[in-house]
């Protein structure tokens, strides 16, 4: 049988995320077991307002529009702005997962 915490307690746990993200943060995309960092996404300055009803809910990520290594999205995790792994385990998809993507396919441009 899963554990289940009140509300309030759901609320600290995910505002202490938050806290614990700090300033300029950032989503990294990545190959399955993150062995190759695909895309990193800058999060806002502060990455969620306090959760709500047990939910965190992040504020809009700022565009990210050149990839830094081509592959297939496979798995994500929040950073800190000093990269030290906050979040990890994130499951990435098109139409499900915890992170969602237009398409998991990540590609270099040349020139671009």
């Not at 746990?13 to 800058?42: C, E, F, H, K």
Request: aromatic fraction near 2%.
């Amino acid at each position: 049988m899963p554990t289940n915490y009140i509300t309030s307690l759901k609320n600290a746990r995910l505002d202490q995320v938050t806290a614990a993200i700090g300033s300029n943060g950032r989503i990294q995309i990545g190959t399955l077991g993150m062995t190759a960092v695909l895309a990193t996404v800058p999060l806002a300055t502060v990455a969620a307002p306090a959760a709500v009803n047990g939910v965190l809910t992040f504020t809009m990520p700022r565009s990210d529009t050149s990839a830094v290594g081509g592959g297939i999205a496979a798995e994500a995790r929040i950073v800190t702005s000093s990269l030290v792994p906050v979040v990890t385990g994130l499951t990435v998809g098109v139409n499900s997962g915890d992170v969602r993507l237009d398409s998991t396919n990540i590609s270099i441009v040349t020139g671009k």
